[in-house]
């Protein structure tokens, strides 16, 4: 059998590539030439040696957990019917692993589906072998490696539609990485009346005019809450999007901001288990909706509906790639995402 490159991850801070078998067509499957593959910010709480994450999916970590996906396919079996080769591609790997008989696939929610949560994402590798449901054609204007920046940005349009945006909201976002980058410019799209995001680094701030962000102030400044107040003003966000997660104290932050009766967002993953002020939250009847990732909301799914939102320029994702690097050097790849101060954003490895 044909040969491929995959990397695997067998430690904290060492990836490396090795030969597998590159996957065959059969009847009801395609293959997906990748493009290119996001680093995810979940990526690199196992690339630092987080407890919590390793506890969860133990080393060696086959692929290297890559899961965002932009591509071309490149065959297709005989039962296919929706794409066809040559067709660039988003890829969304619940919907691709998840059974389609479940209550949770019958309501969308394709991420708890249970044969999509035993699903072992195929990681950083050259060559995907996949259903058609879970491939989303992409339009003139969104080439096949930018394909990739629509995983990270589903999951943050999907709590937004979840919430059920009505237009006029004011929105708190803390962090402007690519997930709060990303919900900023969702929430304008969505009707946001005035969105305020937080940045801890000189290149995320100057990217808030593309996403339409209203103010940006700086984590690093004293008072940050008072600040966030203040821009946002009307005696607090109604909407609060948290994405910094790691060990911050955001969630806290989160609920100093947030109004009466309004909604905290918690989409960070924190490398261990953090509190939350149950008397402030219930003070303030705060509603909390945490949202893992993406499925079909009314009609559309998420994932289409992020590249709709690209595709018409509302959302900008394309601004978010500050690094692209092939698959040889994937451990620079993952040393550059890490470290801010590389002025990265969105690093996407090209296979």
Known sequence: MAKMKSAVMLAPGRIVLEDVERPEVDDDHVIVQTAGIGVCGSN???????????????FPIRGGGGHEYGGVVVETGKNIRRVQPGDRVAIDLFHSASCGQ?????????????????????????YLKLPEKGLHVLPDGIEPHLGSLIEPAATPVAALRRLGMRGGERVVVIGAGVLGLAAAGAAKALGAEKVVITAKYDHQAALAPRFGIDAVVRSGEDAVGERLLEEVGGGGADIVVETVGGNAPTLALAADV?????????LGLWDEPVPVDSWKSAFKEINYLFCLAYGQCGLKTDYRFTIDLMASGRLPLEALVTHELPLERIADAFDVAANKNSGSVKVVVRP
């Open 258 to 266: 947030v109004r009466h009766r309004g909604t905290v967002i918690p």
């Open 44 to 58: 690199l709480h196992w690339w630092r040696g987080s407890g919590t994450a390793t506890a969860y999916w133990p």
């Open 102 to 126: 479940c209550e949770y696939c019958a309501a969308g929610a394709f991420s708890h589906c249970a044969a999509a949560g035993q699903f072992v994402t195929p990681g950083f590798t050259e």
